[in-house]
């Protein structure tokens, strides 16, 4: 098979044809590897392409050296990757590698010549593909026809897979949510392989972990993946919490799935209470912003919600917010109507823009109010009076409730 879409000729910048003739020039094949030939195939064009070659590394400096080719971030190199600059572009380019030592983390690799060696040591069918610069598919695992059977599958032995990079069990179920049509379609030996091995999860650490998670949480069949992860009696090992709610998050995610939630969002239904969500932390290290947005569903998804008077009207939201002192209270709120599938209410608040309340302390002092207490009370009665008007009172009919 050789692929000629209009995806493909596109990543042919003045950047890739310079590689490339390099690498011709030295006799040394380079192919388009792993993901980014998955999102062609698919008639995508991926954001990221990686490259793999025949070269050592120490080959790839020298003709790069002699091209006057300049190269950065040189972390990669032990394990075979360089990453070179090329009119404004970079481009990280892999030996093919053979794993000689895995521990569940990490991998001790060897260099080698040999293709299919290389796809061998992949997690996935859909990821072990190669692509040539003239669009020749290197397919050594069925790979394709896996993509066009929507169907994901490890390469070779899903436990041997497994226990090289534990992660892979993630990996697996993110992938499984971007390409499989159904949503419990899964081979049985695969789910026997996650189960056995789950507990190999404990090692990874918690910023790989959310990586994949995060991923996993904004694809498809999000509800039956996570179900699953519970299934499996993984959740104990990836930071979520044991006993997690998969009901509610079942219910979330089919009142939010179409409303474009956060994945926090989403993961926040199976937490019960606060506790759980700082035991996550400590485990995943998520970032402030994901903690305090998961601590504020879980204390807010009950009580800040639609008024029974006034079903219709944003202002208890828009209560909220303009009473909040947090710069990102909008954003919570608008994550908040997600979860609670207010899609009218939220299609209203991103239109809506928080009102100036137009007194200060300053026209209470001209009017001979003194005290910082006093003060601080009227300031308070009078953003009441201000909100139960909806914002509309002026500052002239809002001093005419102040006692002279």
């Known amino acids: 098979m050789r692929l000629k879409t209009e995806e493909f000729q596109s990543l042919f910048t003045d950047g890739l044809n310079g590689l490339a003739g390099i690498f011709e020039k030295h006799q040394h094949e380079l192919r388009i590897a792993g993901g980014a030939v998955r999102d062609l195939l698919s008639g995508k064009r991926p954001e990221d392409v990686d490259f793999a070659t025949t070269a050592t590394p120490d080959e790839m ?15 990669g190199e032990k394990h ?5 600059r090329l009119h404004d572009e970079n481009f990280e380019v892999t030996t093919l590698r053979v794993d000689v030592q895995t521990d569940g983390r990490h991998a001790e690799v060897e260099f080698t010549t040999d293709w299919q060696k290389d796809a061998e040591r992949r997690d996935l069918t859909i990821n072990s593909m190669f692509l040539g610069l003239d669009g020749t598919l290197y397919d050594y695992f069925k790979g394709y026809e896996d993509l066009q059977n929507h169907r994901v599958r490890f390469v070779g032995s899903a436990e041997q897979r497994i226990q090289e990079d534990y992660l892979r069990i993630l990996r697996y179920f993110r992938f499984y949510g971007r390409v499989a049509l159904k949503p419990d379609d899964h081979e049985p030996g695969t789910l026997t392989a996650i189960r056995e091995n789950g507990r ?5 650490s918690g910023e790989r972990i959310w ?5 996993m949480a904004v694809g498809s069949h999000v509800a039956h993946l996570l179900e699953l992860v519970y299934n499996l009696e993984l959740a104990q090992y990836i930071g979520l919490p044991p006993d997690g709610d998969v009901d509610e998050m079942k219910r979330v995610w089919q009142n939010a799935k179409d409303l474009c939630p956060k994945p926090m969002t989403i993961l926040a239904a199976l ?12 485990r995943l290290k998520v970032s402030r912003e994901e903690k305090n947005l998961a601590l ?5 998804r009950r009580e800040l919600c639609r008024s029974r008077e006034e ?3 944003l202002k208890p939201f828009t209560d909220f917010i303009t009473d909040s002192r947090e710069l990102d209270s909008l954003s919570k709120v608008c994550e908040l109507l997600k979860y609670q599938g207010e899609a009218k209410l939220l299609s209203e608040l991103s239109g809506w823009s928080m009102p100036r309340f137009p007194i200060s302390g300053h026209d209470l002092r001209s009017m001979g109010i003194t005290s910082g207490k006093e003060i601080g009370a009227t300031l308070q009665k009078l953003r009441n009076i201000w909100k139960k008007s909806h914002y509309q009172l002026d500052k002239d009919e809002l001093l005419s409730h102040v006692r002279p």
């Open 61 to 75: 400096k020298s003709m790069f050296q002699t091209a006057g080719i300049r190269m950065i971030n040189n972390k």
């Open 80 to 84: 075979g990757t360089i990453t070179a």
């Open 200 to 204: 190999g999860l404990a090692a990874i």
């Open 211 to 215: 990586m994949e998670l995060k991923k």
């Open 271 to 282: 937490f019960r209470r606060p506790e759980e969500v700082e035991k996550m932390d400590l």
């Open 296 to 300: 504020f569903l879980v204390k807010h």
């Open 311 to 313: 079903p219709d009207s």
